[in-house]
């Protein structure tokens, strides 16, 4: 039956390479087209609009830039975020990802396909998942070979590390980015191999895209100088390397400094001084190597000698006087972090308290890449074995990246590539090495006749083969499962609406951000501002179109303090504060009733943090929010400050004659499981506005002044 | 249609009709014994109802909405207004905008003694007088009680230019301390003090000295105003006919009607009420515009205010009127300078810092209305456009780039191009 088939189709005719071919084309589109098919669970539960906080804006910004024009985008002055700093959009981002949909919009637009500018953003992130999926192909291709390439292209289609930042609608940085950097990475390898120009000068135009499009762009700016160094010291450097380096570290420099958002930052700043070294090392290798060629061996060593001294001590001097008058920027924050994972917690309260930033656990590693853990020591032993310029590389790519993922949850999305790529290379050498022996076994006389090789005939030969293959099978099978579960579960659930099951097994949506936001829409005057904590400033700005105090551009941090202080200060100490900055409404997140686990009150010591890390938050202390036992509750063993804070009052306002649970008392916290320690209490600076179905989100309105002066 | 057509009219004859006034009596007499103050309030180009206190159809609120603009209540032993009207209904009266003139007298009664209470002046409770042994007018019966005083608030717009000092008979009040509204009007000199002329002195009185009130005000956030007349005859006929002589000096005619005349005028707003028109902001040499200024523009920036003075809106004239351009904090702070027709205008740069600024007048006079205008604009960066694009400064820099550059293609040339001689011969 399938020969007729394909007889049929005329496959049966077609010569060995080209069936080789169109297998290989099918494998790859159809790993395409699932790439881009797993990650519409969202869309195809919910709708299809934005679902995370942060992508809000970028979806607010693609708007500016597909309706004013690039030049407009790039000169915006945002006043609606950072009352009353405001924001130049333009400088402060990352414009890659806006550019990028817009082209895509433009583009189906030329050709008449109306297609409306928040689908592109919604479906850009699966789209361009695919592309990664080629383009993963490509690279494991040139590292291994064509089978391995197939099983690394498969893999990045499903791994959920990857599609837990690029699902539709979550339109963020991170969902081009990866693409961007293994296009980096393949067109090095492939600038490295052949030393031309033109690979180098793509190399560089894909850097310049990634640069153009996330912050991550420093790992790979680093990465491959690394690279070259390796290679420098393991005595493979070559003409071609030097080609391939000098002219996408210069071409590239200059490009990436066109971005106003990186500005000088790749001269200046220390993450890009490695870059940096390593071009100039490159001109002296090349120039010693020179030296060696046209002198004698004694003459050549004493000079090599002296200069070797000079120059350390000139490059020493000049590091330390530039670091001391500033040229050289400090080592910023969110470096320290990555090499020292408690520098952050311990120094800058904001860094710490974005999730992403907190280590990676061991069951987030097995959750987010589960057969690939093990796969890819696999991966690595193969690429050992036979080193090349180009194994090189993907050997520094996955020690680098593993390192980093465990610092920061967030930079998983970096590894699960090469993850993939790893375990590509182990499962398909494996599968290589013993579906051959399986073959063998059948045909038996044939196998005999080159009978090079008698010491690896083993007894048994076959069956073990057989095992083997069946148990790579099975886990391949496994994995396809478990990268679909996690997906519809755990990386499907927008933050925007949420979802959760009844005890009947019902599912339950919460849709109380948006009832909130509309609410704040049409029921607020226009040019009111809105405080929050910056979690929500994104969504407020678009959602809601008001002016907010603080959102999740976390970029000055006095301000941020400031509204930290006014959450975790008492009514009247608050109440200055947010006349300070004409503050109309205010609003809180609350779960203590739905059961949303991360709202305010489980934020709030991030509040009192930051907002005690200011010298205007002196009398905001940590110790004071604590009970006597030194525990965060909310009960009534809670503190004094606990119970007199503005945020404390506001979520819990008349929850007390709530009853959430049955068999509990009234005002129980389904959060926090306590029955709260303030339940009979007034406002005195603000009125309730409105609280949403699931008292999600309340909104209070700040008083007036009394008219009469009296209180 | 019809409706609103009716509507419209109905609208229309609001608008330009002239202030109402109720003048709430305690009963047939004082209309006699106050014809003076009333003779005069009719001048006052106001439109004016009385109603005894008690009178059933006594409404100062309809639908929803006051329908007056003012209240006089000449009733200050009143136990309980008509119509069941509750102190309550007189402060929603005034937080809706109206203004509100009361008289006390030692028999004061309990909705007007509430009412001073929430707008922040305290009676003294009934039975006592304020009593000034040093002070009082020789015409005095013997409990020292028919004072003559003269420790008026310095504020002109209030009192008028050079109040004759007047009688007063009445009740003591204090101000809340918590109160930052209440207007000293009109003081007891340093030798009174407040309490029952027949009995002992056996507890501290509720104020003495300067920090006793005859007469009280107070202008509400929304300025609204009250005036609270510590007696009830101080404006009466007889007080406004006779002459005031005390112990110590020379007999003159007694201030009471001028000054009752000043501080009613105040009270229903035809004096020291202030309004802004419009206020225009632009760049210098540019018409006004919605769009963002850049930083160190030059901007200018103008706004009428007009006073009311004697029932007429003038041009106002003031020298010490500020512009503030704020974000959090002010960043530019100007003096504005008016013109003839009361346009106040002042020119100054934009700052170098962008952000959300306000241009932010906040006049707080005591006397006058709280006159707070403000306008949002945003202050913009430069564009990628408008920053200089060759600086003096960076010649060296451009002439080393450019002769790298030519050096470059020089050396290509020959690199390319050149042959050794000696090695061909």
């Given at each position: 039956?399938?020969?007729?088939?394909?007889?049929?189709?005329?496959?049966?005719?077609?010569?060995?390479?080209?069936?080789?071919?169109?297998?290989?084309?099918?494998?790859?589109?159809?790993?395409?087209?699932?790439?881009?098919?797993?990650?519409?669970?969202?869309?195809?539960?919910?709708?299809?609009?934005?679902?995370?906080?942060?992508?809000?804006?970028?979806?607010?910004?693609?708007?500016?830039?597909?309706?004013?024009?690039?030049?407009?985008?790039?000169?915006?002055?945002?006043?609606?975020?950072?009352?009353?700093?405001?924001?130049?959009?333009?400088?402060?981002?990352?414009?890659?990802?806006?550019?990028?949909?817009?082209?895509?919009?433009?583009?189906?637009?030329?050709?008449?396909?109306?297609?409306?500018?928040?689908?592109?953003?919604?479906?850009?992130?699966?789209?361009?998942?695919?592309?990664?999926?080629?383009?993963?192909?490509?690279?494991?291709?040139?590292?291994?070979?064509?089978?391995?390439?197939?099983?690394?292209?498969?893999?990045?289609?499903?791994?959920?590390?990857?599609?837990?930042?690029?699902?539709?609608?979550?339109?963020?940085?991170?969902?081009?980015?990866?693409?961007?950097?293994?296009?980096?990475?393949?067109?090095?390898?492939?600038?490295?191999?052949?030393?031309?120009?033109?690979?180098?000068?793509?190399?560089?135009?894909?850097?310049?895209?990634?640069?153009?499009?996330?912050?991550?762009?420093?790992?790979?700016?680093?990465?491959?100088?690394?690279?070259?160094?390796?290679?420098?010291?393991?005595?493979?450097?070559?003409?071609?390397?030097?080609?391939?380096?000098?002219?996408?570290?210069?071409?590239?420099?200059?490009?990436?400094?066109?971005?106003?958002?990186?500005?000088?930052?790749?001269?200046?700043?220390?993450?890009?001084?490695?870059?940096?070294?390593?071009?100039?090392?490159?001109?002296?290798?090349?120039?010693?190597?020179?030296?060696?060629?046209?002198?004698?061996?004694?003459?050549?060593?004493?000079?090599?000698?002296?200069?070797?001294?000079?120059?350390?001590?000139?490059?020493?001097?000049?590091?330390?006087?530039?670091?001391?008058?500033?040229?050289?920027?400090?080592?910023?924050?969110?470096?320290?972090?990555?090499?020292?994972?408690?520098?952050?917690?311990?120094?800058?309260?904001?860094?710490?308290?974005?999730?992403?930033?907190?280590?990676?656990?061991?069951?987030?590693?097995?959750?987010?890449?589960?057969?690939?853990?093990?796969?890819?020591?696999?991966?690595?032993?193969?690429?050992?074995?036979?080193?090349?310029?180009?194994?090189?590389?993907?050997?520094?790519?996955?020690?680098?990246?593993?390192?980093?993922?465990?610092?920061?949850?967030?930079?998983?999305?970096?590894?699960?590539?090469?993850?993939?790529?790893?375990?590509?290379?182990?499962?398909?050498?494996?599968?290589?090495?013993?579906?051959?022996?399986?073959?063998?076994?059948?045909?038996?006389?044939?196998?005999?006749?080159?009978?090079?090789?008698?010491?690896?005939?083993?007894?048994?030969?076959?069956?073990?083969?057989?095992?083997?293959?069946?148990?790579?099978?099975?886990?391949?099978?496994?994995?396809?499962?478990?990268?679909?579960?996690?997906?519809?579960?755990?990386?499907?659930?927008?933050?925007?609406?949420?979802?959760?099951?009844?005890?009947?097994?019902?599912?339950?949506?919460?849709?109380?951000?948006?009832?909130?936001?509309?609410?704040?829409?049409?029921?607020?005057?226009?040019?009111?501002?809105?405080?929050?904590?910056?979690?929500?400033?994104?969504?407020?700005?678009?959602?809601?179109?008001?002016?907010?105090?603080?959102?999740?551009?976390?970029?000055?941090?006095?301000?941020?303090?400031?509204?930290?202080?006014?959450?975790?200060?008492?009514?009247?100490?608050?109440?200055?504060?947010?006349?300070?900055?004409?503050?109309?409404?205010?609003?809180?997140?609350?779960?203590?009733?739905?059961?949303?686990?991360?709202?305010?009150?489980?934020?709030?010591?991030?509040?009192?943090?930051?907002?005690?890390?200011?010298?205007?938050?002196?009398?905001?202390?940590?110790?004071?929010?604590?009970?006597?036992?030194?525990?965060?509750?909310?009960?009534?063993?809670?503190?004094?400050?606990?119970?007199?804070?503005?945020?404390?009052?506001?979520?819990?306002?008349?929850?007390?004659?709530?009853?959430?649970?049955?068999?509990?008392?009234?005002?129980?916290?389904?959060?926090?499981?306590?029955?709260?320690?303030?339940?009979?209490?007034?406002?005195?600076?603000?009125?309730?506005?409105?609280?949403?179905?699931?008292?999600?989100?309340?909104?209070?309105?700040?008083?007036?002044?009394?008219?009469?002066?009296?209180? | 249609?019809?409706?609103?057509?009716?509507?419209?009219?109905?609208?229309?004859?609001?608008?330009?009709?002239?202030?109402?006034?109720?003048?709430?009596?305690e009963?047939?007499?004082?209309?006699?014994?106050?014809?003076?103050?009333?003779?005069?309030?009719?001048?006052?180009?106001?439109?004016?109802?009385?109603?005894?206190?008690?009178?059933?159809?006594?409404?100062?609120?309809?639908?929803?909405?006051?329908?007056?603009?003012?209240?006089?209540v000449l009733a200050p032993s009143v136990a309980?207004?008509?119509?069941?009207?509750?102190p309550?209904?007189?402060?929603?009266?005034?937080?809706?905008?109206?203004?509100?003139?009361m008289t006390a007298s030692n028999k004061v009664g309990e909705p007007i003694r509430e009412i001073a209470a929430e707008v922040g002046v305290e009676i003294d409770e009934a039975g006592t007088s304020v009593i000034d042994h040093m002070n009082y007018d020789?015409t005095d019966e013997g409990d020292h009680d028919l004072i003559v005083a003269?420790d008026?608030?310095?504020?002109?717009?209030?009192?008028?230019?050079?109040?004759?000092?007047v009688l007063f008979k009445g009740v003591g009040m204090a101000a809340d301390p918590?109160n930052?509204?209440v207007?000293d009007i009109l003081k007891a000199s340093q030798t009174a003090y407040s309490h029952s002329p027949d009995q002992d002195i056996l507890e501290y009185p509720l104020a003495i000295g300067s920090s006793l009130l005859l007469v009280a005000g107070?202008?509400?956030?929304?300025?609204?105003?009250?005036v609270v007349f510590g007696s009830h005859d101080m404006i009466s006929?007889?007080f406004?006919?006779?002459?005031?002589?005390?112990?110590?000096?020379?007999?003159?005619?007694?201030?009471?009607?001028?000054?009752?005349?000043?501080?009613?005028?105040?009270?229903?707003?035809?004096?020291?009420?202030?309004?802004?028109?419009?206020?225009?902001?632009?760049?210098?040499?540019?018409?006004?515009?919605?769009?963002?200024?850049?930083?160190?523009?030059?901007?200018?920036?103008?706004?009428?205010?007009?006073?009311?003075?004697?029932?007429?809106?003038?041009?106002?004239?003031?020298?010490?009127?500020?512009?503030?351009?704020?974000?959090?904090?002010?960043?530019?702070?100007?003096?504005?300078?008016?013109?003839?027709?009361?346009?106040?205008?002042?020119?100054?740069?934009?700052?170098?810092?962008?952000?959300?600024?306000?241009?932010?007048?906040?006049?707080?006079?005591?006397?006058?209305?709280?006159?707070?205008?403000?306008?949002?604009?945003?202050?913009?960066?430069?564009?990628?456009?408008?920053?200089?694009?060759?600086?003096?400064?960076?010649?060296?820099?451009?002439?080393?780039?450019?002769?790298?550059?030519?050096?470059?293609?020089?050396?290509?040339?020959?690199?390319?191009?050149?042959?050794?001689?000696?090695?061909?011969?």
């Open positions: 039956m399938a020969k007729t088939l394909l007889e049929r189709m005329g496959i049966a005719t077609l010569s060995q390479a080209k069936k080789e071919t169109l297998v290989q084309m099918t494998i790859l589109s159809v790993a395409c087209i699932l790439s881009f098919s797993v990650r519409l669970f969202s869309v195809l539960r919910f709708e299809s609009v934005i679902h995370e906080f942060d992508p809000y804006f970028n979806y607010r910004t693609t708007k500016q830039l597909v309706e004013n024009g690039y030049y407009e985008f790039h000169n915006w002055f945002d006043d609606r975020a950072w009352y009353p700093l405001g924001r130049i959009i333009g400088g402060t981002i990352y414009p890659g990802l806006m550019v990028t949909a817009a082209a895509v919009y433009n583009v189906f637009n030329f050709f008449n396909v109306t297609i409306n500018i928040r689908n592109v953003c919604v479906f850009l992130a699966p789209m361009f998942s695919s592309f990664t999926v080629i383009v993963v192909y490509l690279l494991t291709k040139e590292v291994k070979s064509v089978g391995a390439g197939l099983v690394a292209a498969s893999m990045i289609a499903i791994v959920p590390g990857y599609i837990s930042r690029s699902v539709a609608g979550s339109y963020d940085n991170e969902g081009i980015a990866i693409f961007c950097m293994l296009l980096t990475y393949y067109t090095w390898i492939k600038a490295s191999k052949t030393g031309s120009i033109c690979w180098s000068l793509s190399c560089a135009l894909a850097y310049f895209y990634m640069v153009s499009s996330w912050g991550g762009y420093v790992f790979l700016i680093n990465l491959i100088p690394l690279h070259v160094l390796t290679l420098m010291i393991t005595g493979r450097f070559s003409h071609r390397i030097y080609v391939a380096y000098c002219i996408m570290y210069s071409v590239g420099t200059i490009l990436s400094m066109q971005i106003p958002f990186v500005g000088f930052a790749p001269v200046e700043t220390s993450e890009h001084m490695a870059a940096l070294g390593v071009f100039g090392l490159c001109q002296i290798y090349a120039f010693v190597t020179y030296l060696q060629a046209n002198m004698s061996t004694t003459n050549f060593n004493v000079l090599f000698r002296t200069v070797v001294t000079i120059a350390l001590a000139a490059a020493g001097l000049t590091f330390g006087v530039a670091t001391f008058l500033g040229k050289i920027a400090p080592w910023t924050g969110r470096f320290y972090s990555l090499l020292d994972p408690s520098y952050a917690k311990n120094n800058i309260p904001i860094i710490a308290s974005v999730s992403e930033h907190q280590p990676t656990t061991w069951a987030s590693f097995y959750f987010d890449l589960q057969l690939l853990v093990f796969m890819f020591p696999v991966g690595l032993y193969y690429c050992f074995r036979e080193l090349t310029d180009a194994n090189i590389f993907v050997i520094l790519y996955s020690i680098t990246s593993i390192y980093f993922a465990g610092v920061m949850v967030r930079l998983m999305l970096v590894l699960a590539p090469i993850m993939c790529i790893m375990s590509g290379i182990g499962i398909s050498t494996t599968l290589a090495i013993y579906m051959k022996n399986i073959e063998s076994e059948t045909p038996a006389a044939p196998s005999s006749k080159s009978g090079k090789k008698k010491a690896s005939d083993y007894p048994i030969k076959s069956e073990i083969a057989t095992v083997i293959v069946t148990v790579v099978s099975i886990f391949l099978t496994t994995f396809v499962f478990h990268c679909t579960w996690v997906t519809s579960e755990a990386y499907s659930s927008p933050s925007i609406v949420l979802a959760a099951r009844g005890h009947d097994g019902n599912r339950i949506i919460f849709d109380d951000f948006r009832e909130a936001y509309n609410w704040l829409k049409f029921n607020t005057p226009e040019n009111a501002k809105v405080m929050s904590w910056w979690d929500y400033g994104y969504q407020l700005t678009a959602m809601a179109n008001r002016t907010i105090i603080v959102d999740n551009n976390t970029w000055n941090n006095t301000h941020i303090s400031r509204v930290g202080q006014a959450m975790a200060s008492p009514e009247d100490h608050s109440y200055t504060i947010m006349k300070e900055l004409d503050v109309d409404y205010v609003l809180v997140i609350f779960g203590g009733m739905s059961g949303y686990s991360s709202d305010d009150i489980n934020k709030f010591l991030w509040m009192i943090r930051i907002g005690g890390s200011t010298p205007e938050g002196e009398h905001i202390k940590e110790s004071d929010y604590y009970s006597s036992t030194g525990e965060y509750k909310v009960d009534k063993d809670a503190s004094k400050a606990m119970h007199n804070s503005l945020m404390y009052k506001m979520c819990y306002y008349r929850f007390g004659e709530i009853m959430t649970e049955q068999g509990k008392p009234t005002g129980y916290d389904r959060v926090r499981n306590q029955e709260i320690g303030n339940k009979d209490f007034e406002l005195d600076v603000v009125e309730e506005a409105f609280t949403s179905e699931h008292w999600i989100v309340r909104i209070y309105k700040v008083k007036d002044l009394s008219n009469r002066g009296t209180v | 249609m019809m409706r609103n057509l009716l509507l419209l009219v109905a609208l229309a004859t609001v608008a330009t009709c002239r202030p109402r006034t109720l003048v709430i009596l009963n047939v007499l004082t209309k006699e014994t106050h014809s003076s103050f009333l003779a005069d309030l009719g001048e006052k180009d106001t439109d004016i109802t009385y109603k005894y206190a008690t009178d059933s159809s006594l409404t100062i609120k309809k639908y929803g909405e006051r329908v007056y603009d003012s209240i006089i309980a207004f008509g119509n069941a009207l509750t309550t209904d007189f402060l929603d009266f005034v937080d809706a905008g109206g203004n509100l003139v020789i003269g008026f608030t310095k504020t002109k717009v209030i009192v008028g230019e050079s109040p004759a000092p918590e930052p509204l207007i107070m202008q509400a956030r929304n300025n609204a105003r009250v006929d007889a406004y006919n006779a002459k005031t002589q005390t112990v110590m000096g020379g007999a003159q005619e007694a201030g009471n009607r001028e000054f009752a005349s000043a501080v009613t005028d105040w009270a229903l707003k035809r004096n020291g009420d202030l309004r802004f028109g419009t206020v225009k902001h632009n760049k210098v040499g540019e018409a006004p515009s919605d769009v963002a200024y850049r930083i160190t523009d030059d901007a200018e920036y103008s706004i009428t205010i007009e006073e009311m003075q004697n029932g007429k809106w003038v041009p106002f004239q003031a020298k010490d009127v500020q512009m503030e351009f704020v974000r959090i904090d002010p960043f530019v702070r100007a003096f504005l300078v008016p013109d003839a027709a009361g346009v106040f205008k002042v020119a100054f740069k934009v700052p170098d810092v962008y952000g959300v600024f306000q241009f932010k007048v906040n006049y707080d006079r005591t006397g006058y209305t709280h006159l707070y205008s403000t306008t949002q604009v945003s202050v913009r960066p430069f564009r990628h456009t408008e920053y200089e694009r060759f600086i003096p400064s960076a010649y060296p820099y451009y002439a080393s780039a450019f002769s790298m550059m030519g050096g470059l293609i020089v050396f290509s040339f020959i690199f390319l191009y050149h042959q050794d001689k000696p090695k061909t011969e």
